[in-house]
């Protein structure tokens, strides 16, 4: 489920050295008409801005709601974000992000070049499942439409997040909201019929899910972005329904094809709940032999 933003976003994280001085935050200040000026943010005071464009220069003072833009001057290293992704070090990530980001928060309510990598972190948050701060970096960045396509994509990830926090109807309605419960044949986008199947699994319709999830396995093939994760959620269906050896099946597969993945790390942990399940099952199976002998 990488987009263009999460590779836009893989080519530079992790900042060599992090020490910005939380009174001189180096931007492009961008106005409407694209009228624009290099300096720093020195203050804010309430919804104004103050902005130096130089030494010795007295600041000037901008409304936050006039900015169209703020482009500031974050250093990363890319080197290092892409060894830990590799590395599947997500908490890690997430850590020297969030001290990255920190000097900013204060402006999280204008627009800035900072989305992608707000993306990224609300990527990683649902990664960890931390549901909470997933739907808190979503709801920012679907409210933003300067770039379309990362909007969808907030919007796929708040449905992800409410599907797998338990919250069906926040789900359904915000999937209702968007006409993602319309038209799921066999020629709707693999997100569409994931997020339904997903939907429906939380809802104990196995039948619809397994359905839907053939959907994306069937017209995507070619595809492992899709493909991953919608054969992890196959074998998560199977063992729901106690259907133990196809999902153990499932998941022997997923490690041949998808070794060193997330998903193949998810499989893993699928595969040591299901011995435990299958453990009880049988305890059970032999408890109830005895009693009735």
Known sequence: ??????????????????????????????????????????????????????????????????????????????????????????ERVI????????????????????????????????????YDK??????KLAGDDRDPELQEQARFYQ???????????????????????????????????YIMAKLMALKKDYASAMELVAKIIAFNSQDPEWMQPAELFCAEIYTELGMFDSAEEVIRQISLLYKNTNEDDQAQKLKIQIEKLRAEKELQDSLETTEEA
């Not at 030494?55 to 830990?84: H, W, Y």
């Not at 997933?134 to 709801?139: E, I, P, S, V, Y």
């Open 159 to 193: 449905a992800l997040a409410y599907i797998d926090a338990g919250r069906a109807d926040e789900a359904q309605a915000l999937m209702a909201k968007y006409g993602w419960d319309q038209n799921v044949g066999e020629d709707a986008p693999p997100e569409k019929l």
């Open 95 to 130: 850590s020297a992000l969030d001290r990255i980001m920190a000097p900013y928060a204060e402006f999280s309510d204008i627009p800035s070049n900072l989305s992608q990598y707000n993306a990224l972190l609300m990527e990683l948050h649902y990664k960890v499942k931390d």
């Open 1 to 90: 489920m990488n987009k263009p933003f999460f590779a836009m976003a893989l080519t530079a994280l992790i900042a060599a050295t992090v020490s910005v001085d939380a009174a001189q935050l180096k931007c492009k200040l961008v106005m409407p008409g694209d009228k624009s000026w290099d300096g720093a943010i020195v203050g804010r005071d309430g919804d104004w801005i103050e902005f130096s464009t130089g030494a010795g220069k007295r600041p000037i003072r901008v409304g936050a709601s006039t900015i169209k833009e703020l482009e500031f001057d974050v250093n990363i290293d890319q080197d290092k974000l892409n060894e830990m992704n590799r590395n599947r070090e997500y």
């Open 134 to 139: 997933t739907l808190d970096f979503a709801g």
